[in-house]
């Protein structure tokens, strides 16, 4: 079945580590998002790629990083730079020209 | 900045129409209404979307105003498996998701009583 997956569903990590949330997609979506998400808010868009070998900062990058080597693959390394990275972590892709986004199911992120 | 206002909160009994409203005062000419849903932990799910003409589908129906600048997502025969947090978004024509820096705001919570 086509989709869009993201895994592991929950990661626990120790404060100072970099940890890599994975995103995949079989939609053939050239566009794909990550957001981040903390309780009883909204989406906050931390980076998008809307093609291969090239991505844009969102609002929140800060302490982020991500690459986009394959159209199927976006992930998401959250560095020690980022002060507060305890959250809720959705990917998303679309098609660039069709504004209906798909999400993945999330990741649960808590640093210790 | 958010551009849709919605209540924070909404309760509806099951089996009845659930009638979710938003604000979008400011919406351009080339701006769709987007609504999204989110069940608690998962990602969001795409329900429907329109420009000026009322939209129906399997899901829901999408009530827009003649002006524009408001809307009404009606789930018809509430369940409790409709109990989530419902997001109003707008969005350009033809626009790339992430290109606006789009937020989804706080959404409505809407909770299904049995």
């Known amino acids: 079945d086509g989709g869009i997956t993201q895994s592991p569903k929950y990661l626990f990590r120790k404060e100072g580590q970099n940890v890599t949330l994975s995103c995949e997609q079989n939609?053939?979506?050239?566009?794909m998002y990550w957001y981040r998400q903390d309780p009883g808010q909204g989406l906050r868009l931390i980076y998008y790629?809307?093609?291969?070998?090239?991505?844009q900062k969102g609002d929140i990058a800060e302490g982020y990083s991500v690459s986009r080597e394959k159209k199927e693959s976006f992930p998401l390394t959250v560095t020690s730079a980022q002060k507060n990275p305890t959250a809720f972590y959705l990917c998303?892709?679309?098609?660039?020209?069709?504004?209906?986004?798909?999400f993945g199911q999330g990741t649960r992120l808590t640093v210790v | 900045d958010a551009k849709t206002t919605q209540p924070p909160s909404m309760d509806c009994a099951e089996g009845r129409a659930a009638n979710l409203p938003c604000n979008h005062s400011?919406?351009?000419?080339?701006?769709?209404v987007y609504w999204y849903r989110q069940i608690h932990s998962q990602g969001p799910q795409y329900i429907i979307h329109?420009?000026?003409n009322n939209e129906t589908n399997e899901m829901a129906s999408l009530i827009i105003t003649e002006d524009r600048k408001s809307s009404t997502l009606i789930l018809p025969h509430a369940t409790l498996r409709d109990t989530a947090v419902y997001y109003c978004?707008?969005?350009?024509?033809?626009?790339?998701?992430?290109?606006?820096?789009?937020?989804f705001g706080t959404g409505t919570r809407l909770t299904i009583i049995p």
């Open positions: 329109g420009l000026k």
């Open positions: 998303a892709s679309s098609k660039v020209t069709n504004t209906e986004a798909f």
């Open positions: 790629s809307q093609i291969v070998n090239d991505f």
């Open positions: 400011t919406i351009s000419g080339n701006e769709y």
């Open positions: 978004i707008v969005r350009p024509l033809g626009s790339n998701f992430g290109n606006e820096k789009l937020t």
């Open positions: 939609l053939n979506h050239d566009a």
